[in-house]
């Protein structure tokens, strides 16, 4: 059976960093890419980033650039994002997500929801001013 489970959530104040962890099984990192993806309240879900291990792809949304970085261990089978300098509008449920695509197909549109066929369910980010 094909999973994620994203963790490492927390509140914090601003400025702070928090790494969140993306636990997946029933498939490979070689075959999937993994994005990152947030909503916060009252507001549609957004990209953050995306990887896919195999070719050494990695994008991030402007917002986060700088800040957050994406990583895969795949011998643990876990997609990681380290998240400094938080701000008070990085504040939303953070959802790990794996896509069936292919490379071309994600380097155009690694941030579409519609993209990624599996979801985990949220971990709550709160940053505090």
């Known amino acids: 059976e094909v999973q994620l489970q994203a963790s490492g959530g927390g509140s914090v104040q601003a400025g702070g960093s928090l790494t969140l962890s993306c636990a997946t099984s029933?498939?490979?990192?070689?075959?999937?890419?993994v994005g990152w993806f947030r909503q916060a309240p009252g507001k549609e879900r957004e990209a953050v980033s995306y990887i896919f291990t195999t070719n050494g792809d990695i994008a991030y949304a402007d917002s986060v650039k700088g800040r957050f970085t994406i990583s895969t261990d795949a011998a643990k089978n876990t997609v990681y994002l380290q998240m400094n300098s938080l701000k008070p509008e990085d504040t939303a449920v953070y959802y790990c997500a794996a896509s069936t695509g292919t490379p071309s197909i994600w380097r155009v549109g690694w941030a579409l929801t519609y993209e990624y066929d599996l979801w985990g369910q949220g971990t709550l980010v709160t940053v505090s001013s």
């Open positions: 029933g498939f490979s990192f070689v075959d999937y890419a």
